[in-house]
């Protein structure tokens, strides 16, 4: 049983438009929630995360919404850029044990 | 060095073989674990060490066989492995029981067994 589900295997965004990756989860107890990135070839780096008793979070083009009654995270990324292609992990933990995963999705941003 | 270092990069090997992957970190965490990552999967997580001492181990079979000597490095000891073994293996670090769980990964280990 998948806690934290990225539905959208892959995206593909214009240069300089909006990215939404999008990111459920079903484990009401986590409480942080966190966004990795990932080139080939390389392994994931931290990129935002968000606490459970907020709503928002921003460092620079990269923002995270966290909708805790609908389970569900976003990261937007504003203005999109091609060097922001890559593989986006979105992941969760309670306390900080134990990060739960989804399956990624892989962000094409076209110039 | 700094970060988390694994090596090798590239493994490839039989199923009858025993060979080990490394993993060292420089951050003074407390806490290292592996995950794997097949294709179009999410990152399992596999073993976690904290203050050396393994405190996950998430079902996973005993052709693998981890080793944490000290805090700062990690090994995996595959053996009779199977084709299906295949995947990217990552090495992570962190401060156990820090709130965030951020978690500060190398480049991976990718692992070809024919």
């Known amino acids: 049983d998948q806690q934290v589900k990225q539905n959208s295997p892959s995206l593909s965004v214009q240069e300089g438009r909006i990215s939404i990756l999008n990111c459920d989860y079903t484990n009401s107890m986590f409480d942080y929630f966190l966004w990795y990135k990932k080139y080939p070839a390389e392994g994931p780096t931290f990129l935002i995360s968000?606490?459970?008793?907020?709503d928002k979070n921003e460092d620079g083009r990269f923002t995270v919404f966290l909708n805790k009654s609908a389970k569900h995270l976003s990261l937007h990324i504003v203005p999109s850029q091609p060097g922001d292609s890559a593989v986006y992990f979105c992941a969760a933990s309670v306390y900080g044990n134990k990060l739960v995963f989804g399956a990624g999705t892989i962000l094409r941003v076209k110039s | 060095e700094t970060g988390v270092t694994q090596t090798p990069r590239h493994l490839v090997m039989g199923m009858t073989n025993k060979k080990s992957l490394k993993c060292e970190q420089h951050?003074?965490?407390?806490?290292m674990y592996w995950y794997k990552q097949s294709a179009k999967k999410p990152l399992e997580l596999m073993f976690v060490y904290n203050f050396k001492e393994q405190t996950e181990n998430n079902s996973v079979p005993s052709r693998f066989s981890p080793e944490c000597p000290n805090s700062s490095h990690l090994f995996l000891h595959l053996h009779t492995l199977q084709p299906e073994d295949s995947a990217l293996y990552l090495c992570a670090s962190s401060q156990f029981r820090r709130s965030t769980g951020e978690l500060f990964f190398g480049e991976g280990s990718r692992l070809t067994v024919l």
């Open positions: 951050l003074g965490h407390n806490a």
């Open positions: 968000i606490s459970s008793i907020k």
